[in-house]
């Protein structure tokens, strides 16, 4: 077509032609230029991410300084969605958009009881300037009381979803517009009990001079006695309330008595039935002990040593009989670490650096089914192997964790050369899969103040509002014939 005018052309029809042909030229160009967008290119990232979120494939940048293959995991449907959702709060976060989160625009609506600081920072020595005060400030970071050092972080879950409620009122606080706490309970979609019960447990479980009950103890009876009388409790006879109960015995005392409630628990080893499963109650993951290793530099297969790395206590009681079993199978293999271990003096350094070196990482049933060792595992980018037949998995729903997981069975993890062979039957192109994975998916299992999206905060409240959707659908059903009966009995008076 030639671009010269005919002498018999109108100029309007030449203009128009002019102009359909420079439109057309620059959604060609607008095109090559996304095709090889990178942090490189000089569109903004966040106008990227933007104008990618219906697409259909998402791309896992790096930022390792160099260039690599886009990475596709595997992802079901409601994961892409979720990543599409990521994409559009990143990016409107990044313009300037929908800073505001208020309970119209959250996911989920919490009101969170005003328990007195006994029940949770109180725990961790906190104080607050009047003997009127609740709350430590948390627009302020250095005002916000620090969590214990050792064994009891993995548990620490109650804190980190307290902080993140307290900081969904406050506006200088960026955080995913996914819980927000509200001030009516009837408007609420569950109610937070801020129970710091793993910490009750770990530090006031013990009597003390000549008490006949322990804090802990007390505590406990304090808060079933508060909740019995509460006008939210007795509305929906306590299914709508959420209860973090991580360490397995937090809350030993008084679980019967609250069974009705929403727990937030690391597994269901030491849980009757009728009073935590999986059908009403929610598994979170640990909080890892070792420090997290960066995507960037994460060693890769052939620059990890040792085929299989263990370290923590071997000889345990109930279930975990198999690590005496496993020990005496696989100690003196060359390629195998498995020792005794433990927090004191540099064990978790130690830990972190024996797992970033090693391929594959054991996780062992223990006297429960789960540790916080499968998610040191993940942190250090070492393939998980899951030698536990009842465990119960963090957001299993929206995760598959074959994708990143080794399982075994108990009964072929302890049949000699049953597990040696089959790990080093694994090929470096199915190994490096898995450890792509965990570099996408680690930060599903990440604990921070304020929560990011799809961190470890952010998914147990996803799980939650989850749940919140059966406990509806229980309700609508056994309201079927409720209110006919309700109609029948006016009509009768």
Request: glycine content about 6%; charged content about 25%.
């Given at each position: 077509?030639?671009?010269?005018?005919?002498?018999?052309?109108?100029?309007?029809?030449?203009?128009?032609?002019?102009?359909?042909?420079?439109?057309f030229l620059l959604i060609i160009s607008s095109l090559s230029l996304l095709q090889f967008a990178d942090y490189n290119s000089f569109i903004p990232k966040s106008l990227y991410s933007l104008i990618l979120v219906n697409s259909t494939s998402?791309?896992?940048?790096?930022?390792?300084?160099?260039?690599?293959?886009?990475?596709?995991?595997?992802?079901?449907?409601?994961?892409?969605?979720?990543?599409?959702?990521?994409?559009?709060?990143?990016?409107?976060?990044?313009?300037?958009?929908?800073?505001?989160?208020?309970?119209?625009?959250?996911?989920?609506?919490?009101?969170?009881?005003?328990?007195?600081?006994?029940?949770?920072?109180?725990?961790?020595?906190?104080?607050?300037?009047?003997?009127?005060?609740?709350?430590?400030?948390?627009?302020?970071?250095?005002?916000?009381?620090?969590?214990?050092?050792?064994?009891?972080?993995?548990?620490?879950?109650?804190?980190?979803?307290t902080l993140d409620l307290l900081s969904s009122n406050t506006s200088n606080t960026n955080r995913p517009c996914t819980a927000v706490r509200v001030v009516n309970s009837s408007e609420a979609d569950v109610i937070f009990v801020p129970f710091f019960s793993s910490l009750s447990y770990n530090?006031?479980?013990?009597?003390?001079?000549?008490?006949?009950?322990?804090?802990?103890?007390?505590?406990?009876?304090?808060?079933?006695?508060?909740?019995?009388?509460?006008?939210?409790?007795?509305?929906?006879?306590?299914?709508?309330?959420?209860?973090?109960?991580?360490?397995?015995?937090?809350?030993?005392?008084?679980?019967?008595?609250?069974?009705?409630?929403?727990?937030?628990?690391?597994?269901?080893?030491?849980?009757?039935?009728?009073?935590?499963?999986?059908?009403?109650?929610?598994?979170?993951?640990?909080?890892?002990?070792?420090?997290?290793?960066?995507?960037?530099?994460?060693?890769?297969?052939?620059?990890?040593?040792?085929?299989?790395?263990?370290?923590?206590?071997?000889?345990?009681?109930?279930?975990?009989?198999?690590?005496?079993?496993?020990?005496?199978?696989?100690?003196?293999?060359?390629?195998?670490?498995?020792?005794?271990?433990?927090?004191?003096?540099?064990?978790?350094?130690?830990?972190?650096?024996?797992?970033?070196?090693?391929?594959?990482?054991?996780?062992?049933?223990?006297?429960?089914?789960?540790?916080?060792?499968?998610?040191?595992?993940?942190?250090?980018?070492?393939?998980?192997?899951?030698?536990?037949?009842?465990?119960?998995?963090?957001?299993?729903?929206?995760?598959?964790?074959?994708?990143?997981?080794?399982?075994?069975?108990?009964?072929?993890?302890?049949?000699?050369?049953?597990?040696?062979?089959?790990?080093?039957?694994?090929?470096?192109?199915?190994?490096?899969?898995?450890?792509?994975?965990?570099?996408?998916?680690?930060?599903?299992?990440?604990?921070?103040?304020?929560?990011?999206?799809?961190?470890?905060?952010?998914?147990?409240?996803?799980?939650?509002?989850?749940?919140?959707?059966?406990?509806?659908?229980?309700?609508?059903?056994?309201?079927?014939?409720?209110?006919?009966?309700?109609?029948?009995?006016?009509?009768?008076?």
């Amino acid at each position: 077509m030639s671009l010269i005018p005919d002498k018999n052309m109108q100029p309007s029809r030449f203009l128009f032609c002019l102009i359909a042909i420079s439109v057309f030229l620059l959604i060609i160009s607008s095109l090559s230029l996304l095709q090889f967008a990178d942090y490189n290119s000089f569109i903004p990232k966040s106008l990227y991410s933007l104008i990618l979120v219906n697409s259909t494939s998402v791309y896992l940048t790096s930022n390792c300084g160099e260039s690599k293959a886009p990475f596709f995991p595997p992802v079901t449907s409601h994961e892409q969605i979720m990543k599409n959702q990521d994409l559009t709060c990143e990016a409107s976060s990044r313009l300037g958009i929908g800073k505001y989160c208020g309970p119209g625009q959250a996911l989920l609506k919490v009101y969170m009881y005003d328990l007195p600081p006994e029940f949770h920072f109180g725990l961790l020595g906190w104080k607050g300037i009047s003997k009127d005060e609740t709350w430590p400030s948390v627009s302020n970071p250095s005002q916000i009381p620090s969590y214990l050092d050792g064994l009891n972080l993995q548990h620490s879950i109650e804190y980190w979803l307290t902080l993140d409620l307290l900081s969904s009122n406050t506006s200088n606080t960026n955080r995913p517009c996914t819980a927000v706490r509200v001030v009516n309970s009837s408007e609420a979609d569950v109610i937070f009990v801020p129970f710091f019960s793993s910490l009750s447990y770990n530090r006031h479980s013990k009597v003390q001079g000549k008490e006949k009950f322990s804090l802990n103890r007390v505590l406990q009876d304090k808060l079933v006695e508060f909740l019995k009388e509460r006008e939210e409790w007795k509305r929906r006879g306590g299914k709508d309330h959420v209860i973090i109960a991580h360490y397995p015995n937090s809350m030993l005392n008084a679980r019967k008595k609250l069974g009705s409630a929403m727990f937030v628990l690391a597994d269901f080893g030491r849980y009757e039935a009728e009073v935590a499963n999986i059908e009403k109650d929610v598994i979170a993951p640990y909080k890892h002990m070792v420090q997290r290793i960066g995507a960037c530099n994460s060693p890769s297969f052939r620059q990890r040593d040792t085929l299989v790395y263990f370290q923590g206590a071997i000889f345990r009681k109930d279930g975990g009989e198999i690590r005496q079993e496993l020990y005496y199978l696989l100690k003196d293999e060359k390629d195998v670490h498995f020792t005794f271990g433990s927090i004191q003096a540099n064990g978790v350094r130690d830990a972190g650096k024996g797992m970033s070196s090693s391929k594959f990482c054991l996780n062992i049933a223990e006297d429960t089914p789960s540790s916080n060792r499968l998610f040191d595992a993940i942190a250090s980018h070492c393939v998980p192997v899951i030698i536990s037949d009842e465990i119960e998995l963090p957001f299993e729903d929206v995760l598959d964790y074959s994708e990143f997981c080794v399982f075994v069975h108990s009964s072929d993890a302890v049949k000699k050369g049953y597990l040696l062979n089959f790990l080093r039957g694994m090929k470096e192109d199915q190994w490096t899969k898995m450890w792509e994975s965990i570099k996408a998916l680690g930060k599903h299992f990440e604990y921070q103040y304020p929560s990011q999206s799809n961190d470890a905060v952010d998914m147990i409240w996803q799980a939650v509002s989850r749940k919140v959707s059966s406990i509806h659908l229980k309700d609508h059903r056994n309201n079927r014939y409720k209110r006919s009966q309700l109609f029948i009995e006016d009509q009768s008076l």
